[in-house]
């Protein structure tokens, strides 16, 4: 994702209402956390690490960001709030086995080549029993939107529904999977898979 590095400075102000829209469904998913330890995969220029530094105060805060510019941005704006920051992409992360308590990945999916893939590794990285919500656009029903947005996001890999990001969760093996639409604004509608991974639950967040 290299066109990042260039948007890095004016992706705030171009896109920063959409983000924190976005963030704000996300982290109204998750279960509280204690002093847990949220990662969120793609963290951009951090508004929701932000966000969550409040709503979750006593948590460990990671954010994966393969852009370095993007993640010298998210630098700056998470600096003081005791957040960690991995130079990671979605499929390869920097983290121990079993390492995290809560996993959200906002607006990535449509980059990813191979989405069962990353998955994979997400769950390699979350707990038994931890949360993953992972958010993206969906189709708005207008006809050529897939087409409309390719044409100004030259990555773009493929616009997932809302049903096809829940049996992405079904097929990496989470449970309790749920996936619901929601909008974000006029022209944008947003979807969220919200899964569980297998096995038992830890006694308390570490």
């Not at 992706?11 to 002093?35: F, I, Q, S």
């Not at 949220?38 to 951009?44: E, H, N, R, T």
């Not at 700056?76 to 960690?84: H, K, M, N, S």
């Not at 919200?194 to 639950?201: D, E, F, L, S, T």
Request: hydrophobic content about 45%.
């Amino acid at each position: 994702m290299g066109a990042y590095d260039h948007l890095a400075a004016s992706y705030d102000r171009l896109w920063g209402r959409y983000a924190r829209r976005t963030a704000r469904e996300v982290l109204d998913a998750l279960p509280p956390l204690g002093t847990g330890t949220l990662l969120d995969v793609g963290c951009g220029t951090g508004t929701l690490l932000s966000l969550a530094r409040v709503r979750f105060p006593g948590a460990r805060l990671i954010g994966a960001e393969p852009s370095a510019g993007m993640r010298g941005v998210a630098a700056r704006t998470l600096a003081g709030q005791g957040v960690t920051l991995l130079a990671s992409p979605a499929e390869t992360l920097a983290l121990p086995d079993a390492s995290v308590d809560a996993l959200t990945c906002l607006n990535v999916l449509h980059y990813l080549a191979d989405p069962a893939l990353a998955l994979r590794e997400w769950g390699r990285v979350l707990r038994p029993g931890g949360t993953l919500a992972l958010q993206d656009y969906v189709p708005n029903g207008l006809p050529g939107f897939t087409r409309l947005v390719a044409l100004n996001d030259r990555e773009l890999v493929r616009v997932s529904t809302v049903p096809e990001m829940g049996r992405l969760l079904e097929a990496a093996g989470f449970g309790g999977v749920t996936a619901r639409p929601f909008r974000i604004d006029l022209f944008w509608r947003g979807g969220l898979a919200r899964g569980v991974r297998a096995g038992a639950k830890p006694d308390a967040p570490r």
